[in-house]
């Protein structure tokens, strides 16, 4: 469903993601692991048709993002790690805005968004402008937004933060639900523990390589009997486990 | 007192930190280009002063008084705008930048929090009033012949007048937050003020200041004036620092210090004040502005929305961008300016002296209209830079949700151009038709007007918005300020070139066209293909500059980190 091909990604002359390549089928929650700085939001990013890569090419469902992007992204729902939106909108206005711009109709809208209002328990904020909104608010706005046109593919970035533990548990079962039917959920994340207990696949970059990738189970083969948890597997292959 | 400056230090370490790590290439142009613009400013504004004092000094018996008054009111002025511009800096130094809870969660005293806002405050509103008092000052003192101490002098009693000016402005932000939020206040602030000074500025044009050079009118008008022998109030900070520039202009040196004591001792008293309204009020007003109010706005029901068609792309961006704009109280501000400006342009017609003229009404109406065309095109330059070449930094940090979604850049700016266009054409088309018609331009002229400007305005939007996008940026606090900077300025100048280049292809053509009427002779053969040429070149030119800078806008954006 993704197809990532030695892409690369440089700040000027600094390499952010180096000749990255992933695969990711449909119906999967894939989980996309690595410390501060090593190129997961960049990846995100070009995912989501943000950034241009230097090099490589990302396919959609088969859609080439470089050269069909806007067909690409309208398969795509793409919720950020920092959740700015138009201060000056209500969520219903916001909602509606992003409905029109993927070309929702009237009725299906008024479906999807009395559901997932209803889902992240946004009904009574909906009439409010989003300049009002905490920062959880505004990230669960920001989901039901991302889902709005019903996507096939899901992009992630840290998807917890800012959330409330009620909310966090709504998340992780919505994001089962979905590769449940079908859809395929890219989540990077930092806490370990939610990658561990939802995602189907995982692959741990740093310094903008994939380290390792696939099940969690797999991971922990591959890594012998003193990684019995993501987290020690995680720090050995980073580099980042030597507490002083 | 150190814990004040060490307060004050992130924002001056911000400041250098911008200037010193920024690519060596780009500063120092930008900086050479920022000066420039700010000299020929400080020039022109000594450059008027002088001509004026001078000018008055060659008045019998009244030029000294006329001189004086001429102070007063330019100190009056400058301590309202010093105390205007306090009371919005002000609230937003005191009670709405983003680092005010990291600030206050240090272990320093509220006092001493509040004075380095203050500090930081004051800096904010006074250098600009302060720059261009300098000019003024200095042609006082050349006029009067009064010594470059006198100057220093000078700059002490004005220095105290903006110290008092901010503190009251502080003092009276700190009182009115108990009864309105922060945030709310600073629109109001904005808005009144901004109202206020169209109504004055539209006073200040229907009392016809031009009568003073009009030769018929000039006696009375300055006899009138120098009988004015209003009181000067004892207990204005302004009169202070009138009292003691006179003195010293005067080379009365023993009063105008004493004058100067008053005034700085009334500064720091007044500083004292505010630390002591702070200490009762200010963490009470800031509870309230920290706090959020929740807004409502209901949009149409289920049953509504089921009616509706879905609406195209095109106009599901256009009514974000509307919805938005509106919701916005500073552009309404910005709106009341425009008007103003607009009725004081058009006003400006009407009391031209077309029949008293020695030069042919006809000569001088088409003339007029030429110049019209000019002036209107830069009005609506001007106009453009504050909201068309703002309009793509407005998208600040939610732009991510046009970079992710299915829209082509390319498409997101034509949109904002058209949204831009309609009420900016119809703008243009107004001001150029209104004063053509109170010019009694000929029929020619009034089409050759309406012609360019309708060919002219699109591509000034287009250089607003492509500029905009080349030079966006997404992190300001402000955006609406954007087009005060670098960018700001080069779109002004691709403005003002092309403009010129308009004028200049159209002028000489027109020329040999009404030449020829009037001498009732056919057009030679060059004059034709000349005049061809050049109205052909008009549209390819107006075409070039929407299509090019829209897509150096679009590739820009695209290739952006």
């Known amino acids: ?244 | 007192m150190n814990a004040v400056i060490l307060l004050l230090t992130p924002g001056l370490r911000g400041m250098k930190n911008q200037l010193c790590h920024r690519s060596a290439s780009s500063i120092p142009w930008k900086l050479f280009f920022l000066a420039l613009l700010g000299l020929c400013f400080w020039a022109g504004t000594f450059w008027i002063s002088w001509r004026v004092l001078v000018y008055f000094s060659g008045i019998d018996e009244i030029g000294t008084l006329l001189s004086y008054k001429m102070l007063s009111m330019i100190i009056t002025v400058a301590f309202s705008l010093l105390f205007i511009s306090a009371v919005i800096t002000t609230v937003s130094r005191f009670y709405l930048s983003k680092d005010l809870i990291c600030v206050h969660a240090m272990p320093v005293a509220a006092w001493q929090v509040l004075l380095s806002r203050w500090a930081a405050a004051y800096v904010d509103g006074s250098w600009m009033v302060l720059l261009y008092l300098i000019p003024v000052l200095l042609s006082y003192v050349l006029v009067f012949d009064s010594g470059g101490l006198t100057l220093v002098l000078m700059g002490m009693a004005v220095m105290s007048l903006s110290v008092t000016a901010s503190v009251l402005g502080g003092i009276f932000v700190i009182i009115l937050v108990q009864v309105i939020p922060a945030g709310r206040l600073r629109s109001v602030l904005v808005v009144s003020g901004v109202l206020v000074f169209c109504l004055l500025y539209l006073a200040a044009r229907m009392i016809r200041p031009e009568q003073l050079v009009d030769p018929e009118a000039f006696n009375t008008v300055l006899l009138y004036i120098a009988s004015l022998e209003t009181p000067s109030y004892p207990w204005f900070p302004g009169t202070w620092c009138f009292d003691s520039i006179q003195n010293l202009l005067e080379k009365n040196t023993g009063p105008a210090l004493i004058d100067m004591a008053l005034s700085w001792s009334f500064s720091l008293v007044a500083v004292l004040t505010m630390l002591l309204a702070a200490d009762l009020y200010y963490k009470k007003g800031l509870s309230k502005s920290l706090g959020k109010k929740q807004k409502t706005v209901k949009g149409p029901d289920n049953a509504r929305l089921m009616q509706k068609k879905q609406p195209s792309l095109t106009r599901a961006l256009a009514f974000r961008e509307i919805r938005s704009f509106m919701r916005d109280q500073t552009q309404w501000s910005q709106i009341f300016l425009v008007l103003a400006l607009i009725i004081i342009y058009i006003y400006n017609f009407t009391l031209l002296p077309l029949d008293r003229s020695p030069i042919k009404a006809f000569y001088l109406q088409n003339l007029l209209s030429f110049l019209n065309m000019g002036l209107a095109l830069f009005v609506l330059t001007a106009v453009a830079g504050r909201f068309a070449y703002p309009a793509v930094s407005m998208e600040s940090e939610a732009f991510w949700i046009i970079r992710s979604s299915p829209v082509s850049l390319s498409r997101f700016l034509w949109i904002k151009f058209l949204v831009y266009l309609v009420p900016l054409f119809i703008m243009a088309q107004v001001l150029i038709i209104t004063t053509n018609i109170l010019l009694h331009v000929t029929v020619f002229m009034m089409i050759l007007s309406i012609v360019t400007t309708a060919l002219v305005v699109p591509p000034v939007i287009a250089l607003a918005i492509g500029i905009g996008s080349i030079f966006a940026d997404f992190n300001l606090e402000s955006p609406l300020k954007s087009v005060t900077s670098f960018g700001g300025m080069v779109y002004m100048t691709a403005c003002a070139a092309l403009v010129a280049m308009i004028i200049l292809l159209e002028a000489g053509p027109v020329y040999t066209i009404f030449m020829a009427g009037i001498k009732n002779r056919p057009l030679a053969g060059y004059e034709i293909a000349w005049s061809a040429v050049s109205f052909v070149l008009v549209p390819l030119i107006c075409t070039a500059c929407v299509i090019v800078p829209m897509r150096l806008g679009a590739r820009h954006l695209q290739q952006r980190h």
């Open chain 1, 1 to 244: 469903m993704i197809s990532i091909q030695n892409i690369t990604k440089q700040y000027q002359g600094v390499t952010a993601v180096k000749d990255l390549t992933l695969s990711i089928p449909p119906g999967c929650l894939f989980g996309f692991i690595g410390p501060n700085g090593a190129g997961k939001t960049t990846t995100i990013r070009i995912l989501a048709g943000i950034l241009l890569p230097d090099a490589g090419t990302v396919r959609i469902a088969g859609i080439d993002l470089n050269t069909r992007p806007e067909k690409a992204k309208q398969k795509i729902g793409f919720i950020p790690d920092r959740p700015y939106l138009y201060e000056k909108l209500t969520g219903n206005e916001f909602l509606k805005f992003c409905a029109d711009i993927y070309g929702v109709g009237p009725k299906n809208f008024i479906a999807t968004r009395d559901r997932y209002l209803s889902l992240f328990a946004m009904q009574a904020y909906a009439d409010h402008l989003i300049e009002s909104y905490s920062h959880g608010m505004k990230q669960r706005l920001v989901m039901a937004s991302a889902l709005i046109h019903d996507p096939a593919i899901i992009i992630v970035d840290e998807p917890m933060v800012g959330l409330d533990p009620a909310a966090i548990r709504r998340v992780k079962k919505l994001f089962r639900d979905l590769t449940d039917h079908g859809k395929t959920v890219f989540m990077s994340t930092h806490t370990l523990e939610i990658a561990e207990s939802i995602c189907d696949r995982v692959a741990i970059i740093h310094k903008g390589r994939i380290l390792t990738q696939g099940t969690v189970a797999e991971l922990q083969a591959r890594a012998g009997d003193s990684h019995d948890r993501l987290e020690d597997l995680f720090l050995d292959l980073t580099g980042s486990g030597g507490i002083p």
